[in-house]
């Protein structure tokens, strides 16, 4: 008796240390390249942010020498100025812009079908490409934006939107915006599609207005769902390169510089890496306080 | 009696109204891609005009002529498919076990995995491209395409990882183990049951992995500098300045090209779309 039950004591821890070993092989071919290519890297860098490290010459730990160059440095303040109206307001503006899309498409409309696919079209674009297509239509002389606001009669002479102090930011948002769209309004569109319609029609039987239904039955409905979507949009947003990139460089004169943009300068351009990871660690600090909060808030409004 | 007559006519125009802001949705969303195909198929003259037309007077395939001529496209598109199919494919055989054992084996890893998805997921590229750049130059592997394909591979596991883990939670339980309890080894069950029933998830995942990296921009930035290896959106994003509007035909025939893979592959997955999105996290 007692023999059996210690064989089965030692088989126990034996099994245990057998079946995580099968598991870890299940992972390990995961587990080396996204160790030497991506958990080193990341650690790599959020080290480098705190040394002096320049292409060609050593790196030196400088402690926070590189922070304390940013409360001096300018640019840096503009740029991440830039950095969140440009992601307040295209996250924003890609949540209310598609919710609105994602009602029409929710309703009874002919051709509904069609729509829905062509809605997708610029999220399937490359980044590079949406930023040509649009300098194109902010083109001054060529442009299809100014001829069309000239031909209605709204504007009398061509702005060089991209290149003009007071409009290159709003121009560059309302890309960003035309870019998330899609992806917003299918993620809205797929939650709308869960409320169940039994509600609906029980709040219209007590006399609530079409408004009054979407404000106090579908929203707070669909408020997990928004809030999902607006930390991703924000992650994303405020990560953005590519499409500011090639639309401005960060011009004129820095107003559209999105951090990113302006660690990839500092970086690649000037050589200062060990400056641009400090920029790095700033973004991933912003962008972590944020996503806490975020949760935090809709931890406490769910209960 | 009145009311039996209004109540469809009443339907008809809250429709027709609906239609008016749809409509300038669909302008704002789909134009711009019409407006660049329309113009790929225009002759110069009719390009920097003060009136321009939606439909070309003159079409001309002389555009994608050029393009497909000496300036490079072809071999950057060609740069491009290798890159993001190889990567794509790498990427997705190093994730299906991890994905097996992350839908099927409860074990302590599999917290960590999923920590490590959700931080890679929010990382600005910045911050791993800088010590990713040595890490490859010490390997001589920066400016070359094994060294972007070893990029795209791991910046794309977080999210092929956790789409086809997904998929493997959506098959039944049961046939594995009737499976395991007749006697089959585990490559065996992995091989000739899981991998037939899960064939449409892992080309679901492969696409949006192959989309991914025929899109991307930053890295191939970084780690390529040779013209020769360019990707076609670098390549393209060097046309930018005032060369690149007086050559703009050419420039408009090279976007629709490098837009055709990534837009057949969304018109092939548009389907699963939802799916694949609430079940994981995809980059846009």
């Known amino acids: 008796m007692r023999a059996t039950a210690g064989s089965v004591q030692m088989a126990a821890p034996q099994a245990a240390r057998r079946r995580l070993l099968g598991v870890l092989s299940l992972y390990l071919p995961l587990l080396i390249p996204v160790a030497a290519l991506s958990l080193i890297p990341l650690v790599q860098g959020i080290w480098l942010g705190f040394t002096d490290y320049r292409l060609g010459s050593p790196a030196r730990f400088n402690l926070l020498a590189n922070y304390a160059r940013m409360l001096g440095d300018r640019d840096f303040w503009t740029s991440f100025r830039t950095g969140f109206v440009w992601t307040f307001t295209v996250t924003g503006g890609e949540i209310i812009l598609g919710m609105g899309l994602a009602l029409l498409l929710n309703a009874r409309v002919p051709f509904r079908g069609l729509w829905r696919i062509l809605i997708l079209i610029p999220w399937a674009m490359p980044p590079v490409i949406k930023g040509l297509i649009w300098r194109f239509v902010y083109h001054p002389d060529a442009g299809l934006l100014n001829y069309a606001l000239i031909s209605l009669g709204i504007l009398r002479d061509p702005i060089n939107w991209l290149a003009d102090f007071g409009w290159a930011l709003q121009s560059v948002v309302l890309v960003g915006i035309w870019t998330g769209l899609p992806l917003a309004t299918v993620v809205l569109l797929s939650g709308l599609q869960t409320v169940p319609d039994e509600l609906k029609e029980a709040a219209a039987l007590d006399g609530a207005s079409g408004w009054r239904q979407f404000r106090y039955v579908t929203l707070p409905l669909m408020a997990p769902i928004i809030v999902a979507l607006s930390s991703l949009e924000f992650i994303w947003n405020f990560n953005s390169f590519g499409l500011v990139y090639v639309l401005t460089e960060g011009g004129p004169a820095g107003l559209t510089r999105l951090p990113m943009l302006f660690a990839y300068f500092e970086g690649f351009q000037y050589g200062n890496l060990g400056y641009a990871a400090a920029l790095g660690n700033v973004m991933v600090l912003i962008i972590g306080g944020f996503v806490l909060y975020g949760v935090r808030r809709q931890g406490a409004a769910t209960g | ?284």
Do not use: C
Not at chain 2, 247 to 275: C, H, Y
């Open chain 2, 1 to 284: 009696m009145a009311m039996t007559l209004s109540a469809p006519l009443r339907r008809r125009a809250t429709t027709a109204l609906l239609l008016v802001p749809l409509a300038a949705y669909i302008i704002f969303l789909a134009f711009p891609l019409l407006w660049l195909t329309s113009t790929s198929f225009k002759r110069p003259n009719e390009i920097l005009v003060l009136r321009p037309t939606v439909i070309p007077k003159a079409p001309t395939l002389d555009n994608y002529r050029e393009v497909l001529g000496p300036e490079g496209v072809v071999r950057a598109s060609l740069n491009t498919m290798k890159v993001a199919v190889a990567s794509a494919v790498l990427a997705l055989a190093i994730a299906l076990p991890a994905a097996y054992a992350l839908a099927r084996k409860q074990s302590r890893l599999n917290k960590a995995i999923i920590g490590w998805i959700l931080v890679s997921q929010s990382f600005p590229s910045i911050l791993i491209i800088v010590p990713l750049f040595l890490i490859l130059a010490r390997f001589s592997l920066a400016n070359s395409h094994l060294g972007l394909i070893m990029v795209y591979v791991v910046w794309s596991l977080p999210f092929v990882l956790w789409i086809l883990h997904g998929f493997v939670k959506g098959l039944p339980n049961e046939l594995e183990e009737a499976a395991a309890v007749d006697g089959a080894s585990f490559p065996q069950i992995l091989f000739r049951i899981l991998m037939p029933l899960l064939l449409p998830g892992l080309a679901t995942t492969l696409l949006y992995a192959f989309v991914n990296a025929w899109n991307e921009f930053f890295f191939a930035l970084v780690v390529l500098k040779d013209p020769q290896l360019m990707t076609v959106q670098v390549s393209l994003s060097r046309f930018r300045g005032l060369e690149g509007l007086a050559r703009w035909g050419p420039l408009a025939a090279g976007s629709v090209i490098a837009t055709l893979p990534a837009m057949a592959a969304f018109a092939f997955l548009q389907r699963r779309l939802v799916s694949g999105l609430l079940s994981g996290g995809l980059k846009n």
